[in-house]
Nanobody
Framework: QVQLVESGGGLVQAGGSLRLSCAASGRAFSRYHMAWFRQAPGKEREFVARISWNDGRTYYGDSVEGRFTISRDNAKNTVYLQMDSLKPEDTAVYYC?????????????????WGQGTQVSVSS
């Protein structure tokens, strides 16, 4: 089992950058696929990015491709989301999620472990 705590959210102007962090505690962090999702007010939770546990392969949602970068540091039990060229429509609560090994997934239901979320607000 793994516990997740996000940090790094805040208010930024359009075009700016933020880096989110997700610190994991528990065993075998390096064996978890990690992902970021987000949820804007009145909308369903949306897949943002994922990174595999074994070879570091990454995959992004269409709305963030080319602007966001997911990475991980297994020595620090941390996964990051670098967000550049932010837009007002990126405003949401961002959640870190974990899935133990197995197949790579992009669906919310396939990730059993979640953090509490961190708010990102982008002003125009």
């Amino acid at each position: 089992q793994v516990q997740l705590v996000e940090s790094g959210g805040g208010l930024v102007q359009a075009g700016g950058s933020l880096r989110l962090s997700c610190a994991a505690s528990g065993r075998a962090f390096s064996r978890y696929h990690m992902a970021w999702f987000r949820q804007a007010p009145g909308k369903e939770r949306e897949f943002v990015a994922r990174i595999s546990w074994n070879d570091g392969r990454t995959y992004y949602g269409d709305s963030v491709e080319g602007r966001f970068t997911i990475s991980r540091d297994n020595a620090k039990n941390t996964v990051y989301l670098q967000m550049d060229s932010l837009k007002p429509e990126d405003t949401a609560v961002y959640y870190c999620a974990a899935r133990y090994m197995g197949l790579l997934k992009t669906t919310e239901a396939d990730y059993p472990y979640w953090g509490q979320g961190t708010q990102v607000s982008v002003s125009s």
